[in-house]
């Protein structure tokens, strides 16, 4: 018996407030990264529990460790074998603000690397945060994710100072492996870089592959920070709590003096269903990842059948696929998707000027999949 209860349109509907809330009447939402079950019973024991009891204060300020800390280390030893001292994690709002604070706090003054296509939040980073932003497309004929290791090097050769690295990746789904990370990080301490490592997705790794974490590369410590959260796995983003991992003492030391207004937004709910999640959702995320992997392989046998000229790299975590549908010949294929009745991310929201491509939230029941893909290949071909 799976633990994976699905939502039904009305349950989802209010839950949802943004995925669902937002649609009109009869549009199927497959878009933003929210899916469509209901929360694990132990995360929502405890959200239940504290609210109860009132805990809806300031969380304890900790500034690195605590509850949170002890949490994801032990999360992070039991599902990726790497050994995280709970006193070099770092509690913040959640993994867009970690991102930025390490950018602000450990980074140079100078351009960040953005491998594209990326998550679309992620293109503001760079301005915000006072730099430029230099792309680094990947082949979009090719097979992989691979980031180009001697683009990278030029890159950096001509100034860059850090890498925004997603792993494993949205929207590509793809899990770097330790080879692929290595080469990055040869590079980049070739030049004396910076990788900020976002790994939201880490605990949503499909089976045939395997989350390394950057830090855990010999030779990381110095130079990276990794951004986690339960927030996309466990589905609770709207909690407010994400994780910076720092690899040692120094760069933890650096972080916990910045000023309190720099990193002070993380909620008590956040952290205490995050804590639930990483100690008492284990049970949860395994048929999590199980039903994720059916969808993947119905959405493979949909595409097949209905969309056969769509390509769709082999997504290797996450629910969201990546799909080049530029053999269907329509510029904007979000919006031919929207008239037939779902709503799936244009392409050009994680990639500015690239057309063709959408991305598309399998997070939701059989059903719905097969009625998404079914109206997705009505509206491109034109069929009834
Ligand atoms: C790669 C990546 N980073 C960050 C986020 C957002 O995380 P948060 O809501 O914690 O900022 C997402 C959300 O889907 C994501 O895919």
């Given at each position: 018996?799976?633990?994976?209860?699905?939502?039904?349109?009305?349950?989802?509907?209010?839950?949802?407030?943004?995925?669902?809330?937002?649609?009109?009447?009869?549009?199927?939402?497959?878009?933003?990264?929210e899916m469509d079950y209901a929360v694990a019973e132990p995360v929502g024991a405890a959200l239940r529990d504290a609210v109860e009891r009132g805990e809806v204060g300031y969380p304890a300020f900790v500034r690195a460790g605590g509850p949170i800390g002890e949490a994801y280390a032990g999360f992070a030893r039991r599902h990726f074998g790497t050994d995280v001292p709970a006193d070099?994690?770092?509690?913040?709002?959640?993994?867009?603000?970690?991102?930025?604070?390490?950018?602000?706090?450990l980074s140079e003054r100078a351009p960040m690397v953005l491998p594209l296509p990326a998550y679309d939040p992620q293109h503001g980073l760079?301005?915000?945060t006072g730099r430029e932003q230099w792309d680094l497309p990947v082949d979009p004929d090719g097979d992989s994710y691979v980031v180009d290791l001697d683009a990278l090097d030029r890159l950096f050769a001509r100034g860059a100072r850090t890498l925004l690295l997603t792993q494993p990746h949205n929207p590509g789904g793809h899990v770097h492996t330790r080879a692929e990370l290595e080469g990055i990080r040869d590079v980049v301490t070739r030049h004396g870089g910076r990788v900020v490592s976002?790994?939201?997705?880490?605990?949503?790794?499909?089976?045939?592959?395997?989350?390394?974490?950057y830090l855990s590369?010999?030779?990381?410590?110095?130079?990276?920070?990794?951004?986690?959260?339960?927030?996309?796995?466990?589905?609770?983003?709207?909690?407010?709590?994400?994780?910076?991992?720092?690899?040692?003492?120094a760069t933890r030391d650096r972080l916990v003096a910045i000023p309190m207004a720099q990193n002070d937004s993380w909620g008590s709910l956040g952290v205490v269903a995050s804590v639930a999640a990483y100690d008492e959702g284990d049970a949860w995320l395994a048929d999590l990842v199980e039903r994720l992997d059916q969808q993947r392989a119905l959405l493979g046998r949909l595409l097949a059948e209905h969309l056969p000229e769509a390509r769709m790299r082999q997504l290797e975590a996450t629910y969201l696929a990546w799909l080049d549908l530029r053999a269907y010949g329509h510029d904007d294929p979000a919006a031919v998707?929207?008239?037939?009745?779902?709503?799936?991310?244009?392409?050009?929201?994680?990639?500015?000027?690239?057309?063709?491509?959408?991305?598309l939230n399998i997070a939701t029941s059989p059903d719905r999949l097969t009625e998404i893909v079914g109206r997705m290949a009505a509206a491109l071909t034109g069929a009834p």
């Amino acid at each position: 018996m799976t633990l994976i209860r699905d939502l039904t349109d009305d349950e989802a509907r209010a839950a949802l407030v943004l995925k669902w809330g937002t649609v009109e009447p009869g549009v199927i939402p497959a878009w933003v990264a929210e899916m469509d079950y209901a929360v694990a019973e132990p995360v929502g024991a405890a959200l239940r529990d504290a609210v109860e009891r009132g805990e809806v204060g300031y969380p304890a300020f900790v500034r690195a460790g605590g509850p949170i800390g002890e949490a994801y280390a032990g999360f992070a030893r039991r599902h990726f074998g790497t050994d995280v001292p709970a006193d070099r994690v770092l509690p913040t709002a959640d993994v867009t603000v970690g991102v930025r604070v390490a950018l602000e706090v450990l980074s140079e003054r100078a351009p960040m690397v953005l491998p594209l296509p990326a998550y679309d939040p992620q293109h503001g980073l760079a301005q915000v945060t006072g730099r430029e932003q230099w792309d680094l497309p990947v082949d979009p004929d090719g097979d992989s994710y691979v980031v180009d290791l001697d683009a990278l090097d030029r890159l950096f050769a001509r100034g860059a100072r850090t890498l925004l690295l997603t792993q494993p990746h949205n929207p590509g789904g793809h899990v770097h492996t330790r080879a692929e990370l290595e080469g990055i990080r040869d590079v980049v301490t070739r030049h004396g870089g910076r990788v900020v490592s976002d790994e939201i997705h880490g605990p949503l790794v499909l089976p045939g592959a395997e989350h390394v974490s950057y830090l855990s590369l010999e030779g990381t410590a110095d130079h990276a920070v990794a951004v986690v959260a339960a927030s996309k796995a466990f589905n609770i983003p709207g909690l407010k709590c994400a994780q910076i991992v720092t690899g040692d003492d120094a760069t933890r030391d650096r972080l916990v003096a910045i000023p309190m207004a720099q990193n002070d937004s993380w909620g008590s709910l956040g952290v205490v269903a995050s804590v639930a999640a990483y100690d008492e959702g284990d049970a949860w995320l395994a048929d999590l990842v199980e039903r994720l992997d059916q969808q993947r392989a119905l959405l493979g046998r949909l595409l097949a059948e209905h969309l056969p000229e769509a390509r769709m790299r082999q997504l290797e975590a996450t629910y969201l696929a990546w799909l080049d549908l530029r053999a269907y010949g329509h510029d904007d294929p979000a919006a031919v998707i929207l008239r037939g009745g779902v709503q799936v991310s244009p392409g050009e929201s994680y990639w500015p000027g690239l057309p063709r491509h959408v991305r598309l939230n399998i997070a939701t029941s059989p059903d719905r999949l097969t009625e998404i893909v079914g109206r997705m290949a009505a509206a491109l071909t034109g069929a009834p």
